[in-house]
């Protein structure tokens, strides 16, 4: 059973462009959750979804930021018109149900923003 | 707002002694508790999953505890060895924060040989 798989692996993107990163879950795992962390910060929760729905986005800046779980395919977060600050490892996380479930984590992609 | 402390924020010791990681979190109202490991440049690893009705769980060499009502966790691990060195991270979920991880900055351990 593969794990949750993210690509790119490491992405670089000139202000203003947009960063599309993708990530499948876990076989089975209906759940997605999609994290950053910032040079020397912590990790910190952006938004959760399941399949074509966003449940929870409270932690994404309003602005520039969308995420989407389609009926088929990958989930994709989307950063338009990036600027430095968006530099970060971006995490995904799947898990098979409610909260009582583990969440599991893909590799991250590396985001750097010229 | 949960808030998820880890100290020390960094630990070196001699390999083979065993130690102890602390994770403390403000809001007691949690499902569960989740340690990772996390290497440099690395995803992160789930080691072990409390949920708030238990009071530890064991993999190998690690042990990890819970107590709910004081709002803290522990992190056994025991004859550490090089190959133990990483970045460990507690993460809580709330009650009142969905299904979303809330962590801790980590503990940068380092197992000298």
């Known amino acids: 059973n593969a794990g949750v798989m993210q690509n790119p692996r490491h992405l670089v993107r000139r202000r203003g462009q947009e960063a599309r990163l993708r990530c499948s879950p876990m076989?089975?795992?209906?759940?997605v959750y999609w994290y950053r962390q910032l040079p020397e910060e912590g990790l910190k929760f952006m938004v959760y979804?399941?399949?074509?729905?966003?449940?929870?986005e409270s932690g994404m800046p309003k602005e520039r930021f969308s995420a989407e779980f389609p009926k088929e395919g990958p989930s994709i977060l989307r950063i338009q018109q990036v600027v430095r600050g968006d530099s970060a490892a971006y995490f995904c996380?799947?898990?098979?149900?409610?909260?009582?479930?583990?969440?599991?984590f893909g590799p991250g992609t590396r985001l750097t923003v010229l | 707002k949960q808030e998820v402390t880890q100290i020390p924020a960094a630990l070196s010791v001699p390999e083979g002694e065993n130690l102890v990681l602390n994770c403390s979190f403000t809001?007691?109202?949690?499902?569960?508790l989740q340690w990772f490991r996390q290497d440099p440049g690395k995803g992160l690893t789930s080691l072990l999953l409390?949920?708030?009705?238990?009071r530890e769980q064991t993999s190998g060499r690690l042990n990890a505890s819970l107590d709910k009502s004081s709002g803290r966790s522990t992190l056994y691990i025991a004859a550490s060895q090089p190959g133990d060195s990483a970045t460990y991270l507690c993460?809580?979920?709330?009650?009142?924060?969905?299904?979303?991880?809330?962590f801790g900055q980590g503990t940068r351990l380092t197992i000298n040989p």
């Open positions: 996380a799947s898990s098979p149900g409610a909260v009582y479930n583990e969440q599991f």
């Open positions: 076989k089975g795992h209906s759940h």
């Open positions: 979804l399941q399949k074509e729905n966003i449940i929870d």
């Open positions: 809001d007691s109202a949690i499902y569960n």
């Open positions: 409390i949920q708030s009705s238990q």
């Open positions: 993460a809580v979920i709330s009650v009142q924060g969905a299904q979303k991880l809330v």
